[in-house]
């Protein structure tokens, strides 16, 4: 049978253009949430991490945005490269293991 | 410091034969981390050790599946026999400490493809 493969939402922006990548996470316990980049046929680089004791946190070109209310997180890159081209992902800890738990990620294209 | 060093970076091999996967950590971290990724599921966790020890190995999909952290420097993940479906790219990764930093440093991957 055709397999089906998870569908990543995709983010088409145009070079010098703002991009912004959203991610919901589940458990209101969490505390710890980090994006990471992945390039192809690379692992995961990280990118920034924010504690849920703060609502905000800037980086280079960068700006990660919790909020707890709704359990929204957001990743804001300023003046897109082509350079930025990969997959996102999110994690979150959830504060009660050691792990992170990733969500499926979103794929940023820049045009030209 | 080199980064977490994965090898093979490739290997193919075929159904029912046994496949080990090498890690070597960051020197220094006290935590280590076996990942999964496909199209069909994303990344998934495997197990992860702490100071060697495995502390999580609920994310292993079947007994097929094995790992071991003989010491602070070195990690196995052994598939053994092998099938198609395990075709995959898995990743180590390793962490300093947690309770205040939960950033995981990933390896290159390996890309298993088992025909």
């Known amino acids: 049978g055709e397999s089906v493969g998870l569908h990543l939402p995709t983010l088409s922006v145009q070079e010098g253009d703002n991009s912004i990548i959203n991610c919901a996470y589940s458990?209101?316990?969490?505390?710890?949430f980090i994006w990471y980049k992945q390039e192809s046929g690379k692992g995961p680089q990280f990118i920034i991490d924010i504690r849920s004791n703060m609502d905000k946190r800037q980086g280079q070109r960068v700006t990660v945005l919790l909020n707890k209310t709704v359990k929204h997180l957001s990743l804001q890159i300023a003046a897109t490269q082509p350079g930025d081209s990969a997959v996102y992902f999110c994690?979150?800890?959830?504060?009660?293991?050691?792990?992170?738990?990733f969500g499926t990620g979103t794929r940023l294209q820049v045009f030209p | 410091d080199a980064g977490v060093i994965q090898s093979p970076r490739h290997e193919v091999t075929e159904m029912g034969q046994e496949v080990t996967l090498r890690c070597k950590p960051i020197?220094?971290?006290?935590?280590l981390f076996w990942y999964r990724q496909t199209m069909m599921r994303g990344l998934e966790l495997l197990i992860y050790f702490n100071n060697n020890v495995p502390i999580d190995d609920s994310g292993m999909p079947e007994d097929r599946f094995s790992a071991k952290m003989p010491n602070a420097s070195f990690s196995t993940l052994k598939i053994q026999p092998s099938e198609p479906r395990d075709s995959a790219v898995y990743f180590c990764a390793s962490s300093a400490g947690q309770g205040t930093n939960y950033e995981q440093y990933f390896g290159p991957g390996t890309r298993l493809t088992v025909t």
């Open positions: 020197s220094g971290h006290d935590y």
């Open positions: 458990n209101s316990a969490s505390d710890y």
């Open positions: 994690a979150e800890n959830r504060g009660d293991t050691d792990k992170l738990i």
